[in-house]
Every structure is written in structure tokens, then in C-alpha cells.
């Protein structure tokens, strides 16, 4: 079983900056058609100062930021037997291209199901920009399968 001492120990913060070219990327390969992603033009006349995040972004910033097999090896989860079970974001401003972002990433819970087959760790992440606005709140839950 996971370590319930885990619970509330924080895993650090870590800044990114996000680049336009990937937000375009992203954009493109998620299917988004909607031209406020994709082109500035788009951007400012829906009245954004520069390209918005595209709402599911912030995960990808997050693996960027933080390194999967690290925080894994830090909570003593085993890799080979992991899986991301769910994500939810909850958002409260908006974040565009050159903003930099910080990822306040913290362990809110530890427990079991299945009889100690599966062991689940939620993290909690805390996203403000380089102003200290709050942008967003992240929770996703990882799934451990136990022999």
C-alpha cells in the first residue's frame, strides 16, 4: 500500500513559460478548429491580449514541469504498474502564450479499493501565472495495480 504520510506533503513547485508554437500545436492535434487557438489575429479580435490556453493544456504543462517517473520514484509508486485514472480542472482566469505559469503540486489523498488490489494517489495542483493570479486548480488520480 501506498504511505498515507504522504498525504498533504507538497512535491515542490515549478515554473514553465508556454510557448505559442506548442499551444498551435496542441490545438491542432486535439482537432480544435476554433481560430482563437490557432491564430492571433482570431485571438485578439475575440478580445484576448495573445493566444489562450487551450483548456486541457495546463496537463501537458504540468508532465512538462514536473518529471512523471520522478514524482512516481517520490510517492514510491512503480511505474510499470501505473495508470492515469482521471483528471479534472477547475478554472478561474484565463492563461495565453508568454504568460509563465507555476504548478504548486501537492498529494491530497492516499487510499485502496478492490481489497488493496488498487492503490490510488490523488494530486492536487495549484496554477497561478507570473502576476500570482490563480489560473486554475488540477486533481488527477493515478491507479496502482497491487499483486
Not at 513559460?17 to 485571438?43: C, D, M, Q, S
Not at 505559469?101 to 498529494?107: A, G
Amino acid at each position: 500500500m501506498l504511505d498515507r504520510n504522504l498525504i498533504g506533503q507538497s512535491l515542490g513547485t515549478r515554473s514553465i513559460l508556454v510557448e505559442r508554437g506548442r499551444l498551435r500545436f496542441f490545438a491542432k492535434a486535439i482537432g480544435e478548429t476554433n481560430p482563437v487557438y490557432l491564430h492571433e489575429e482570431a485571438a485578439w479580435a475575440a478580445g484576448h491580449p495573445r493566444l489562450p490556453v487551450p483548456p486541457t493544456f495546463l496537463f501537458c504543462l504540468e508532465i512538462d514541469a514536473f518529471d512523471s517517473i520522478g514524482t512516481a520514484r517520490l510517492t514510491r509508486l512503480d511505474e510499470s504498474r501505473i495508470l492515469h485514472g482521471e483528471q479534472q480542472f477547475s478554472y478561474h482566469a484565463m492563461a495565453y502564450a508568454g504568460d509563465t505559469l507555476t504548478f504548486d503540486l501537492t498529494i491530497a489523498d492516499v487510499y485502496q479499493k478492490k481489497g488493496g488490489a488498487l492503490d490510488f494517489l490523488v494530486k492536487d495542483t495549484r496554477v497561478t501565472n507570473q502576476h500570482g493570479q490563480h489560473i486554475a486548480d488540477l486533481r488527477a488520480i493515478v491507479v496502482q495495480r497491487n499483486d
